[in-house]
């Protein structure tokens, strides 16, 4: 089943950018999406048109079947910089979006706590964001994004800052939340690895404005160890394929950018 | 490096504001006994220290520091909610804010001195006009601080709690206003040495008691040490309001990374 839908969708800024030109692109229901492609080419545009923070130029965008209008329900979303409220501890960083859906007391008790702990931080939730390491904050975003549980996950590099060690550990982490969870989840990233040891299906995108340049299955068997599939052979043969397409698009992002400056 | 970055040694650093004053009274106290300095256009520490003595004795200090501080406190709280209030409405809308923040900076370059008589005139020497006249001053400073403050929020959090399903009331509740809160406490600390200089201003334009009023009348009978009597009770004043503004942040910001 279908569940976000891009036809022929544009962006173009105010100050005259286009970021998106013409993508069309369906999402199937409970997989996992990764789009790559060079910098600044325009996923995260993507991402912000799919959440209804921003409205497309032109071309339709549905998720659900229904247009999008105002703020899609039911979708979170991890921003690659900080989004934490700096003025609010980790427990009540968590419980806002409950908060803010109006869940009872009881429960809204019970969800955050059980949320807390499931990422791991049991024991800071007096702390402030800036008591935290950046991949403490990361596990916060993630417990607050997920504890409304929403059935569609946007995630913007979320983990793009963080060493590779403790990047490493979010993204096994993140897999083992998501594994049969029944969430969609985008996932935008410029690290070809990553998106091929996270995803069901890699997107690759062309320099801005973005299109879809072609699609890949990455057919690797789940659960997968973040450490071990990078070994796999089928993981270097897939990252060889995708290599090739999006390397001329980062030459011709780099190019362009080399023009410009 | 440690010793370079340890913060100055808060007991010294006092020892030596002290010292530091001392020695300016007694320079001050003793170029008066000398004869360097005349009396009656400088006063001297030992009779602005008769002056408020003698003022305590008959009870004024209490009543006209009250008086005082009453105008201060009322212009402080209306300046200071007409101040967030208007900038909430205008940064939350930017129609708003593009007509009529221009006003405002037209309005607060108006000097203020000058409508204290007008104040006057308007509400008589009652409480009202010492009121308005520093509420027209603290507005202002309120007002841009939280503009600002509001204009300067991470976009990145805004977005993030709207994903969440946030109202645009709840952005303003939680990302917004806590967003501003530095800057409005601040500003607020300004403020009242604004609230208490328009208090002063118009109580020495026109009233019956107030220091403003003791002062103004110190000056009518050419009693100078009435008038710097009067300009220390003002510094003592703001000394202790600051203090608690400094306490009162604190227990407010508690989210901030303290710095040395």
């Not at chain 1, 247009?67 to 979170?76: A, C, F, H, K, S």
């Not at chain 1, 003025?87 to 807390?116: C, F, H, S, Y």
């Not at chain 2, 900076?105 to 007008?118: A, C, D, E, G």
């Not at chain 2, 009597?229 to 608690?244: A, D, E, K, S, T």
Request: proline share 4%; charged share 20%.
């Amino acid at each position: 089943m279908t569940i976000i839908s891009l036809a022929n969708v544009t962006k173009t800024f105010d100050s005259g950018y286009t970021a998106l030109r013409d993508v069309n692109l369906d999402v199937e229901a409970e997989r996992f999406v990764a789009l790559v492609g060079p910098s600044g080419c325009g996923k995260s545009t993507t991402l912000s048109l799919i959440s209804g923070l921003d409205r497309p130029s032109s071309g339709t965008l549905t998720v659900r079947d229904r247009p999008v209008e105002g703020i899609t329900p039911g979708v979170g979303f991890l921003f690659q910089r900080d989004a934490l409220l700096p003025w609010k501890t980790v427990r009540d960083n968590v419980r806002l979006p409950l908060q803010l859906r109006g869940v009872d007391a009881a429960e809204m008790r019970r969800r955050v706590e059980e949320w807390i702990a499931r990422v791991g931080l049991r024991g800071f939730e007096q702390s402030f964001p800036y008591q935290l390491s950046g991949g403490m904050r990361k596990r916060v975003a993630l417990a607050q994004t997920l504890v409304y549980d929403p059935e569609i996950l946007l995630m913007d590099e979320p983990f793009a800052a963080l060493d590779v060690q403790t990047r490493n550990l979010m993204e096994g982490e993140l897999l083992n939340l998501w594994q049969g969870s029944g969430k969609t989840v985008i996932f935008v990233t410029h690290d070809l690895e990553e998106a091929i040891a996270l995803a069901d299906e890699v997107v690759v995108m062309t320099a801005g404005p973005a299109r879809v340049k072609a699609r890949y299955e990455v057919t690797l068997p789940r659960p997968r160890d973040i450490e071990q599939v990078r070994f796999d052979p089928r993981f270097t043969e897939l990252y060889a394929r995708m290599w090739n397409d999006l390397r001329d698009e980062v030459l011709e992002s780099y190019a362009r950018a080399n023009a410009a400056g | 490096m440690r010793e370079r970055t340890r913060p100055a040694n808060r007991g010294l650093v006092l020892a030596i504001q002290a010292a530091l004053i001392a020695a300016a009274l007694l320079a001050w106290e003793f170029s008066v006994k000398i004869g360097w300095v005349d009396p009656f256009f400088f006063s001297a520490p030992s009779q602005i220290a008769a002056t408020i003595a003698s003022w305590w004795q008959h009870g004024y200090i209490l009543r006209d520091v009250g008086v005082t501080m009453q105008e201060t406190i009322f212009g402080l709280l209306v300046g200071g909610a007409i101040g967030i209030v208007l900038a909430v409405l205008l940064a939350s809308s930017r129609w708003l804010g593009a007509i009529f923040v221009p006003f405002l900076v037209l309005f607060n370059s108006i000097p203020r001195v000058t409508l204290v008589p007008l104040f006057i005139l308007w509400f008589g020497f009652t409480l009202w006009s010492k009121v308005v006249s520093a509420v027209v001053l603290v507005l202002f400073v309120v007002f841009f601080a939280t503009y600002d403050g509001i204009k300067d929020v991470d976009p990145t959090l805004v977005a993030n709690v709207r994903v969440m399903g946030a109202s645009r009331f709840a952005v303003m509740r939680h990302v917004l206003i806590p967003s501003a809160l530095t800057w409005i406490f601040s500003s607020l600390r300004s403020a009242v040495g604004f609230s208490l200089i328009g208090a002063v201003v118009a109580e020495y334009f026109g009233a019956q008691a107030g220091v403003g009023y003791r002062i103004q009348f110190s000056e009518s009978q050419l009693n100078t040490s009435g008038v710097f009597g009067g300009l220390f009770i003002l510094m003592v004043l703001v000394f202790i309001i600051n203090l608690c503004f400094q306490g009162l942040q604190r227990r407010l910001l508690v989210w901030k990374p303290v710095d040395s």
